[in-house]
Every structure is written in C-alpha cells, then in structure tokens.
C-alpha cells in the first residue's frame, strides 16, 4: 500500500476501506496504548481504552473535519475523553496529591523502585504528579505530540501547556531525587 | 527577556531536532543555551524520551486491528442498506389490486406512525423531563407536586422530574444532571422547586428553580436553540444565565447572593437588571436595590478583631447593618465572612456565617491592573507572589483571576495559588461564541453597560481593526501604488512616513498591533523596532506593557503599600537538587 496522508485514509475509511482504516489503527495504536497506558498505569486497561478509541473512530470518522482538522490530534482527543470516561464509570480517581502522598510513602516506595530510571520507575514517579502536569508530559515525551497538539487535546492554551511542562518536570524530577532515581545519560 | 517556560520549550525543540544536549550546552552560536537548571530539565526529558516504551502484544494488535476493520463495515451498512430502500419502487400493474390495497394500509399506517413520531418529537426526548439524582450524602427528600405527597428519600441514580421538590438536610448534598449534562450541586439545607424541567431534541434546555432556601451551584452547558433558558428564582430576584458556572446561595426571607465563577449571569429584580461576569458577585434583598457587581472576597479563620472593621485572618472587612451576620460572634471565634470588594477598594461584607472547618483561608477575584517582578496588583491589592505560588500562564492585564492567598506577618498578602477565570478578562460568557441563536428571554443582550467599568485607558489589547487577509496584505505590500487608509491614518498621527507604517504592516502586523507599538513606544521612549521586536519574541501585549511600566503607576494605590523584604525572584518554582548518580 502507498503511503498516504492522514486526510486521504480517512476518506477512504469513509468510503468503506477496511485497508485505509487498518493502516489508521497500525499507525496510531502504539502512541495510543502508551499515552493510556502511562495514564492508567495498567497494561490491559490501556489495552481496552486503545480498542475503544479506535472503534470510535470508524464509528465517529464521518464527524472528523478532513480540510482543516489534525487527525492525531483528533484521535488523542478521543483517547483523552475515554480515560476520563473510564475514570468516571470505576470511581477511582487517578490523582495522587504530591505533598501529601511522598512523605508518607517514600520508604516503601524507595525499596521498590530501581536507582535507574526504568519505564516502571517513571509509570510511579508520574503518579506521584498533578494530573494535568503529568498528561502532558506522557503526551509530549512518550507520545511525542509537539506542544501546540498537546493543548488542542487537553484543551488548553500553548502558554498554559508549556508552564504544565514546565512544572511537571519539575515535580517529576523531585520524586525521582527523593528515590534517589538516577536519569543521567 | 523569555518566559522559562518558553526557554525550556525551545530548548527541547532543539533536541527533538536530533541535537544532542552536549551540544545545546557548548555550542556558543546557539540562539540559547541552557542554565543548569534547564540542562537538569533536559536530561529527564532525554531520559524520558529514550526509555523502553512498553507495547501491546501483537496478538492483541492482529485482533484489535481485525475488530476496527469489521466495525467499520458495520458503520458503513446501514447506509448502504438505507440507500437501497430509498430507490425507486415499481409501477403497480392493472392486476395487482390486491398490492394496491396492502400498499393502501401501509400508507395509513405510515401515517399513523408519523403524527405518533411527531407527538413524541414535539414532546422532546423522554430524559428532558427529569433529572439524574446523584452523589447523595446525608438526608436527601423529594415531595411531587401532588398536595398531598409525602417526602421520599433519594438515593444516587433516583430521578426528580417537574414540579418535584426537593431539600436536604444539615450535612447533606446532592447533584441534579440534566439530559444534555449540565449540572446543579445542592449544598446543605437546600429546599428547591424544580418548577420548569423540559428540553428538545437539539439538546436544548428549559430549567428553571424556585429556589427557597440553601447554596447551589449550577455548571451550564452552553444552551442551544431559540427557547432555552435556564434560571433561578429566589424569593427576592431571578437569575438567569447562557452557559456557566455560577452559585446561589438563599437566607430564608433575608437576602440572597448570586455569585459567577466563569461567564456571565444576569440577575433581575422587578425592574431593574445588572450582569455579573466572571469572579464577581452581588446581593438581592427584599425591598432594596439591586448591588452594582463586584468582585468577591471570602475570609475563614479566626476573629481577631471587632471594632470599626472586623478582621479575620489578617483580612479586615467592613460589616454594615445590612451584613447577614448568623451568629452573635465573639473575638476568637471561628468565622466565614463573604462580600465584595467594592471600586474604592473596601471589601464589604455580605455574609458572616459559622464555619464547617477551621483551616484558615482567604480569597479574593479580581482583574489584573498591574503585574511586577514578584507582585502582581489585582484591583486595588497587591498580592505577593513566592516560590510556593502556583498559577499557569502569563499573567495579561486585564485578565480576571481567582487567588488564595495568606497574610503574613508583615501584612503582606501572598498568593498560594491563582486561577485564570477569564482569559480575556471582559466577562466573556461560556456560551457568547459557541450559541449562535439567542434566548427568548434569558439571555441578556450584549450591552457596554453590562459590567463595571473596566478601566478601558489601561487595557493593553491592540484596537479592534480586523485582521488583514492575505489578500488585503497582497494588495497593498506588492508595489501597488494605491494607499491605505489606515496607513494614511497613522503615519498623520505619528507623524511618520506612510511608507514606514506600510514597513510595518507588510511585516504581517494589523493596524491596531502598529498603533498600539507607536503609542507605547511613545509613552515608554523604547523604540518601535525594540517593541516589535520583544512581540516577535513571543511576549504577549500585557507582558509587554508590564516590562515598559512596571510599576503600577496608572492603577488606584494599593490598599496594602507592598513592602519588598527580598529580592525579586528569579523563578516562581523551588529548585530542586540535582539527583545524586
């Protein structure tokens, strides 16, 4: 199959091709289940989440405006909608406050988690962070959308999205001093 | 002068490029290069960005892969299978009467079906007509409007529909969810009448409360179609709104207070009318004029002080007579005062009430008329800002913002945390741009009355001229010999030539951006290219304006004289130590 534009799959998805929108799902599921993954912190949770996502996305392709919408950052929209759905249906809130949950847990925590940094130290570490700091670092640095696709999917400005970078890693890198986590090159 | 939040983002540009951060670090022709701190930012990216990513076993990618590729043929049938059924059918043949006949029935049955789908389309859709009880805490009754009916318990997932009524007790709460999902919280002590509850197929929306006593709150989703509305009446005035979020709180045949976190809220009182916006709050009361809007202050913690003024946690508020005070308070007993802070600066009190808990806490709204290196001046106060204070963005004058904050011993106020209510800092509603069609009634019309004045002299935002397309750019930047008017205008007005606003404005700046630079190049005495200059660098007008005047000389003094016990602070956030390798 050639390779072909984001705008010109969706067309032919639309027009019934089971090829275009299996090369939509090859292309995007990976950022996908890792942006879920690293919000939910559960492997076949964020495995359900990314099936869901892009079901609704052949059901709801017919709404994506092809001229002048981005598809990725439609599809991360939806991604972003889902978990807080997902959220909203279990109850469970993802949000671990920073000052108080540390303090209380860094002993347990520090015999844990390895002196390296590994994909489970940084899963724990963006735990311990503000919600709205920690999506955009998942979706900046492991989804590796660039800054003005992070705010249309979190819908917020540039300027406020480069401040929750910011302070994310900020607080992130906090957390990791505290486990004594190293992250050098 | 670059915001670190910027430095940071094209620090990391650089390395998505492929650079490497040694050489971000020592290359000396690089646009920027990062101080430690940053460099300690950039590793973690690098770390983050190099990391093993987990992945979705292939087997479960083959099976995903396959459903989407069969849920899409399932979207796609039923069209196909309702293009089939919309072609055309054959002629009737002079011998099938018995077709005619059936066909005959099926038609008056179509029929039947029609005037039947069009009762239930004008009804609107069945969820319109109630609402979704949830999030039950304590003792939650509702009665029908049945006279005889008795008080039932609700439990989350129950539903209330018109005409209900419904209170809770001491200590309990619930919400109210419509069908198109706006939302109304019920504090304690609420008793409510839910006297319109209605909707349309286009999610559009009636509701309206008859709300006797208790706080509530109210998240409005943008309301649609022509005869949406949705209000609150209290026994001494009517609320309505377009989309937003706003409280209401009743004293039983005292007084109520309306008060608007985002958007904008009219309030109704026989005659008269006024309009909240964001943050700002106003008091109806039986018999007396409706208060002009103010922005709002809340105050918990101890009495410390009685006399001419009160004061609470370091606050100090005027009470009048017609300040509701609940309690015969005593100094040293814990309070929550609530008012407004009135154009001369005097927060007033509305309301004074006995806590539910006994952290202390202050809190004010306000616009932005001044921000300083560590200060920011919201109103008439200046608030401090230290390495604990958490905001996002860039502060812009003019905007409104929400701001907890404590009094330190010095008497000055700091800020623990901001929150941007309106970016734009005009009361713009939720809904203004995203509800083409007004209300019938409970939608105010846009007028320049509808909020307190907000000092225009010292708003920063460029004049309102459109912004050129590229075909009005094409025109006059292409050698073309005709002028354009506002060209002309500006160059008279500056006295410059025509040809240098031209300069300008084929640089891709609007007119009003141009006029905007040259008056402030003039007040400030830096030159224009410097202005456009820090504008191309990515600073907003306000941040702009607030470098060429940074102290808050044009704004009323502030209450509380800032008193700098520190340097300024290079950054708002605390360092952290490098992580020990």
Known sequence: ?185 | MMRKEDLLEQLIAEIEKGQSLDSISSNPSSAVTPEEDERQLLELVCAIRNLDQPQMCSETVDLQKRAVMNELQKSIQPRSEQNRVSGKSAPVSGRGWRWVWAGAFAALALFAVLVGGAGIWLAGPRDAHRATVVDVTGVVEVASSNANAEWVLLEDGDVVKEGDRVRTFTDSGAALVFFEGSRTVLGEDVDLVLSTLDGGWNKSLKISFNQLAGETHHSVIPLRGQKSFFGVVTPFGQVNVHGTLFGVNVDRDKQAMVSVDTGKVQVVQDNAQVYLTSGQATTVRKGQALEKPAYQFSVLGRLTSMEEQWTVAGVQFTVTPNTLVLQDFQLGDPVLARGRILEDGTFLADRIDIPKNKHEKAKLTGEVTAVGSDYWVIGNTTIWLDEETEFEGAPVIGNVVSVNFVVLGDQRWVAKEIELLDEDGKGKAVGDTETPEGTDTATPEETSTLTPSPEQTETVVPSDTPVPTEEVFEYYCTGNTDHHPDGIKLSEKYNVSYQEIMGWFCKKNGFGEIDLVYTLSQESGMSVEEIFALRESGMGWGQIKALLDPKPTKVPKPTKEPKPTKEPKEELIKPTKKPKK
């Open chain 1, 1 to 185: 199959m050639p390779v072909f534009e984001d705008q010109e799959l969706v067309l032919r998805a639309r027009q019934g091709s089971e090829i275009a929108a299996g090369e939509l799902y090859e292309r995007y599921h990976q950022q996908i289940f890792r942006y879920v993954y690293y919000r939910t912190g559960n492997q076949g949770v964020a495995e359900d989440i990314t099936s869901e996502v892009f079901l609704k996305m052949v059901q709801k392709i017919s709404d994506f405006q092809v001229k002048n919408g981005n598809f990725q950052g439609w599809l991360f929209r939806i991604a972003h909608n889902s978990i807080i759905d997902y959220y909203r249906k279990t109850q469970v809130h993802p949000e671990v406050p920073i000052n108080e949950d540390l303090t209380r847990d860094t002993e347990s925590v520090l015999s844990e988690v390895s002196k390296k940094m590994t994909e489970e130290t940084l899963l724990k570490g963006l735990q311990k962070i503000n919600e709205d700091q920690r999506s955009v670092i998942i979706l900046r640095f492991i989804a590796g959308l660039p800054i003005a696709q992070v705010a249309g999917t979190l819908n917020k400005s540039e300027d406020a999205v480069k401040g929750l970078q910011r302070r994310g890693l900020l607080a992130l890198r906090e957390v990791l001093d505290r486990w004594e986590v190293s992250y050098d090159a």
